[in-house]
């Protein structure tokens, strides 16, 4: 089951449409679309831990030199303990033709985010607790 969500520039869902016809509260997943060069990475960053909040997995997915980004949003998300990495899929597309009509692959990088429930699952457990010794 896949839902398609529309998310207008102000970050605000505009459409939401279940394809399989199912119950959208089942699948609670949200697909944000990085670009390097429209939105700047805080955009990106705000709209993910908002989603997040609302207990909606986020997808994080990027194409060519937008990857660099999703990863720091990501491990962003993961120190501050909003989310946990769920899933992490590489791959390369078939992005357009050259004037040759060669199909120039793209990689693609799609990060699957969740909630972290609690400091257990968050990355936030920093080691200066371990590291402080009493003299």
Not at 11 to 25: F, P, S
Not at 60 to 67: F, R
Request: net charge positive.
């Amino acid at each position: 089951m896949e839902a398609i969500v529309i998310l207008t520039n102000s970050g605000e869902m505009k459409n939401v449409t279940n394809i399989n016809g199912g119950d959208l509260e089942k699948e609670k997943k949200i697909r944000i679309q990085v670009s390097r060069s429209k939105k700047p990475l805080y955009f990106y960053l705000n709209l993910a831990k908002k989603h997040l909040k609302m207990d909606y997995d986020v997808e994080l997915c990027a194409l060519g030199m937008a990857i660099p980004t999703v990863i720091i949003i990501a491990e962003i998300l993961k120190r501050n303990g909003w989310g946990i990495e769920k899933s992490i899929m590489a791959s390369t597309i078939d992005a357009k033709e050259d004037k040759q009509g060669r199909v120039i692959p793209k990689a693609k990088l799609d990060i699957l985010m969740g909630k972290a429930r609690n400091a257990d699952q968050s990355a936030d457990q920093s080691t200066d607790a371990s590291t402080s010794t009493e003299e």
